[in-house]
């Protein structure tokens, strides 16, 4: 039967995350298939590179700890048991495409905000993880830019 067997849902963890787990879900009922959850932190060096000068390991830090029990609450609503969720440091899109190839997942299920002007020849994460996916990707229509 085609289908699904193995979703994963990748949430940054903003409201928005919510619309995009309703569509995740509906695919993992419809399928019977197993739901896994990725949350990737972006370190803060990767984002501003050399050019702080200041020791951000403290606020990393928070960072990290603000995001894990932000994941494990979201997951636990959506009953994704703990080894299914995962946390993951680097730039989302490729860690995205690797939790999921890794995980043996079958479907990615991101966001996608209608973007326009600068925002749209900037990109977004649903492009990115789209390029180079090895499994089918389900983009997930959330807020407006407009
Ligand atoms: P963006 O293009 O950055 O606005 O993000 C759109 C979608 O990409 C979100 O709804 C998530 O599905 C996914 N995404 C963005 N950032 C992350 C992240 N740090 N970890 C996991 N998924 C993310």
């Keep these: 039967m085609s ?10 963890l903003t409201e928005e995350s919510n619309a995009v787990a309703d569509q995740a879900l509906a695919l993992v009922e419809r399928f019977e298939a197993q739901l896994h959850i990725v949350h990737v932190i972006e370190p803060l060096s990767l984002a501003y590179g050399g050019d702080v000068p200041m020791d951000l390991s403290s606020v990393q830090e928070q960072i990290q700890e603000q995001a894990k ?30 939790v999921a190839e890794e995980a043996g997942a079958d ?8 973007r326009h002007g600068l925002a749209l020849l900037l990109g977004s994460t649903a492009n990115g993880v789209l390029h180079g996916a090895t499994v089918d990707v389900l983009a997930v229509r959330v807020g407006d830019s407009e």
């Design 69 to 98: 029990s932000h994941l494990s609450e979201f997951s636990s609503r959506l009953g994704i048991d703990p080894q299914n969720q995962h946390l993951i440091f680097g730039r989302p899109e490729s860690e995205i495409q690797r």
């Design 107 to 114: 479907l990615i299920v991101v966001g996608s905000h209608g």
């Design 3 to 12: 289908g699904y067997s193995k979703v994963m849902l990748a949430v940054d």
